[in-house]
């Protein structure tokens, strides 16, 4: 192999790497967000005022 083909395969793999940390790195994100946000739970928004039935 010349010293271009042996550079293009390792640009290759470092690309690879690079993408698929990437993308591990948003999904891990996006599952930890989620975990936070469930965790911490919905502001209940609801204003009506109740009324006690006598």
């Not at 470092?14 to 502001?43: E, F, M």
Request: hydrophobic fraction near 20%; glycine fraction near 12%.
């Amino acid at each position: 192999m010349s010293n271009k083909e042996n550079e293009n395969n390792e640009n290759n793999v470092n690309s690879r790497r690079t993408y698929l940390r990437n993308t591990g790195l948003t999904v891990g994100d996006l599952v930890l967000g989620g975990t936070v946000g469930n965790l911490l739970g919905k502001k209940n928004n609801n204003n009506q005022e109740t009324t006690k039935q006598t």
